[in-house]
């Protein structure tokens, strides 16, 4: 079995697998892994040289799928992509599809990516920097989110876009890009300088922020499991209002459902009106 590092880079591994499927190399027989090999049977055996006797024709629509999934971090992350192109350059189409194994794994690998991306722009909070460290750094706002795919480079000209010429900074435990409001910079190590700027920043809106949400809480809608749906868990603790969450949680479950209100409402005086009589 041929073993392969393509250092999770699309265009590394799409060289890789245009290669593999000319000298009709069999998905059964390779491999991609990280770090040291972990399977007995895997050797890293270098690639054919040349590009091989079989030339392969695949539809674009193939290839601009096959490098949406390519960002989802999950096991058999390239070898799934090799054996839906090895199917489909054989001609069978089917491997694209949703009624299919491989299609169907494909199709769910693309919709999490879209939406891990969907999350990324809802849930990205921006820290505006004082006047005097912003001339210093040359950003105007920095943000820290944890991805669960590799969606930030994609994603982010989303920012640009709505922020105009501002200058900002988006940080992860991996990667981060920077935006001078002109041009990206996208670094696949994200520097540390870059990590301790949004991890460090000081929100000077926060606390008016979570004012704002604590007064607004309605208990009486509130949903846990579409709250968990639409609001993840692990982006809570990168909110102003996330520590806010599990104590209000707690308010609604303790009974405030049934006023259908926040407790400083309905802690109010206020004068009780009845019914009227006719």
Partial sequence: MIALDCDNLFGRWRDQARRLLGHGIDPADVTWTQGPIDDLLAVPTPLPEGPGPFQARVPATLLAQLEQAARYRGEQRWSLLYEVLWRVAHGDRTA?????????????????????AHHLHAFVRFVPLPTALAEQLQLDLVAFH????????????????????????????????????QAFDYQRRCPQTWHDWARNADDPGAELWRTYYRHTFNPARLNPDALRQHLPGRFWRHL???????????????????????IEVASQQGKRVGRAEH
């Fill in 240 to 262: 102003p209002e996330g520590m806010l969450i599990p104590q209000l949680e707690g308010l609604a479950r303790q009974g405030k459902q049934r006023d259908g209100q926040a």
């Fill in 146 to 181: 944890e991805p669960a795919h590799d969606i930030l480079e994609s994603a982010s000209a989303h920012f640009a876009d709505r922020l105009g010429r501002q200058r900002w900074l988006i940080a992860t435990p991996d990667d981060g890009i920077r935006f001078d409001g």
């Fill in 96 to 116: 694209m599809l949703a009624g299919d194994r491989l299609g169907s794994e494909l199709q769910r690998r693309i919709k999490q990516v879209s939406r891990e």
